[in-house]
């Protein structure tokens, strides 16, 4: 089976439980806080060892994260690729989720800005044609990364979240497969024809596929369901009806389980299902790669 590799984030979210997402000038207290294991590289790597399958976790921290590190282990990801070094912090997460379950994140990069070109070198060297990689926007040497392993042949899926202006100067040509939500996949394709409720996000997905024909798109829509869509022909899968408790997570679930779904050879449409049930059990619990599901649950 081709070997799986999450280059990516570890953070540890310190979530605060409040009414209201503060706003500028406010003061508010919350209700709970609680200190998770989160990042989006280290939430992908456990949705997809979740899922059943066998993945490498390369992060960069501090010692402070080894208890991060130990519950990303617990849960059968391989976490013998992440460099721990004294000199910088683990990166964090400042979450606040309100009473309809929705988030807002403040992110302090830590350790996960500071890969060297000979850290990407030692780690994708353990890799070959046909590995995939799986990268986020929460790590610094991305355009690096995406050349080397395109020169070496794996396989890339690119998740551009969070979503900033630097991510049109990386070579997105040599992505295979990109994961965006509608925001993401709006501000990609420059679109302009609407937002929100108003996007048309069958002729979004098309827009993608002109602007970058040779990689494939798998866009989440809220309730709107999610799209896949390739070479100009598009799969759409509807939203499923769930209790909200935190959204937190629930794209890296999406991200992980769609991917699992396709390497254990499920067709496109049951993995956008397969995916979308996954992500709708992580928004019905608390946290990030504490709530998502496990495989028994999904398939
Ligand atoms: O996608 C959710 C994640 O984004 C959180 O776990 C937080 O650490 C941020 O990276």
Same mark, same amino acid.
């Given at each position: 089976?081709?070997?799986?590799?999450?280059?990516?984030?570890?953070?540890?979210?310190?979530?605060?439980?409040?009414?209201? +997402?503060?706003? =500028?000038?406010?003061? +508010? @207290?919350?209700?709970?806080?609680?200190?998770?294991?989160? !990042?989006?590289?280290?939430?992908?790597?456990?949705?997809?060892?979740?899922?059943?399958?066998?993945?490498?976790?390369?992060?960069?921290?501090?010692?402070?994260?080894?208890?991060?590190?130990?519950?990303?282990? @617990?849960?059968?990801?391989?976490?013998?690729? $992440?460099?721990?070094?004294?000199?910088?912090?683990?990166?964090?997460? *400042?979450?606040?989720?309100?009473?309809? !379950?929705?988030?807002?994140?403040?992110?302090?990069?830590? !350790?996960?800005?500071?890969?060297?070109?000979?850290? *990407?070198?030692? +780690? %994708?060297? #353990?890799?070959?044609?046909?590995?995939?990689?799986?990268?986020? #926007?929460?790590?610094?040497?991305?355009?690096? =990364? +995406?050349?080397?392993?395109?020169?070496?042949?794996?396989?890339?899926?690119?998740?551009?979240?969070?979503?900033?202006?630097? *991510?049109?100067?990386?070579? %997105?040509? %040599?992505?295979?497969?990109?994961?965006?939500?509608?925001?993401?996949?709006?501000?990609? /394709?420059?679109?302009?024809?609407?937002?929100?409720?108003?996007?048309?996000?069958?002729?979004?997905?098309?827009?993608?596929?002109? %602007?970058?024909?040779?990689?494939?798109?798998?866009? $989440?829509?809220? /309730?709107? !369901?999610?799209?896949? /869509?390739?070479?100009?022909?598009?799969?759409?899968?509807?939203?499923?009806?769930? $209790?909200?408790?935190?959204?937190?997570?629930?794209?890296?679930?999406?991200?992980?389980?769609?991917?699992?779904?396709?390497?254990?050879?499920?067709?496109?449409?049951?993995?956008?299902?397969?995916?979308?049930?996954?992500?709708?059990?992580?928004? @019905?619990?608390?946290?990030?790669?504490? @709530?998502?599901?496990?495989?028994?649950?999904?398939?």
């Amino acid at each position: 089976m081709r070997r799986i590799l999450v280059l990516g984030s570890i953070n540890i979210d310190d979530v605060y439980a409040v009414e209201h +997402i503060v706003v =500028a000038g406010e003061t +508010i @207290s919350s209700r709970s806080v609680s200190h998770n294991a989160g !990042g989006k590289g280290a939430n992908q790597a456990a949705a997809l060892a979740k899922a059943g399958l066998d993945v490498c976790f390369a992060g960069k921290m501090g010692s402070d994260g080894k208890w991060v590190l130990d519950i990303l282990s @617990s849960m059968n990801v391989d976490t013998g690729y $992440t460099i721990a070094d004294d000199s910088f912090s683990t990166g964090h997460a *400042i979450i606040q989720v309100d009473d309809k !379950g929705q988030n807002s994140i403040i992110l302090y990069a830590g !350790g996960n800005k500071e890969f060297t070109e000979s850290d *990407i070198d030692n +780690i %994708l060297g #353990n890799f070959s044609e046909n590995d995939i990689l799986l990268l986020q #926007n929460e790590i610094n040497l991305i355009d690096y =990364a +995406i050349r080397e392993a395109s020169r070496k042949g794996l396989y890339i899926c690119f998740n551009p979240s969070p979503f900033d202006s630097d *991510i049109r100067e990386l070579p %997105l040509e %040599l992505v295979d497969c990109f994961f965006v939500n509608e925001l993401e996949g709006a501000a990609l /394709a420059e679109w302009e024809a609407g937002s929100g409720k108003d996007i048309c996000f069958h002729d979004l997905a098309m827009k993608l596929c002109t %602007l970058y024909p040779e990689s494939s798109f798998v866009l $989440t829509a809220g /309730a709107d !369901g999610a799209y896949y /869509a390739e070479s100009g022909k598009v799969f759409h899968a509807s939203a499923r009806e769930c $209790t909200v408790r935190d959204t937190t997570g629930a794209g890296d679930t999406f991200c992980g389980y769609f991917i699992s779904a396709r390497v254990l050879g499920y067709p496109i449409e049951k993995a956008l299902e397969i995916a979308n049930k996954a992500a709708s059990i992580t928004v @019905s619990r608390d946290g990030a790669m504490e @709530s998502m599901p496990v495989s028994g649950e999904v398939f």
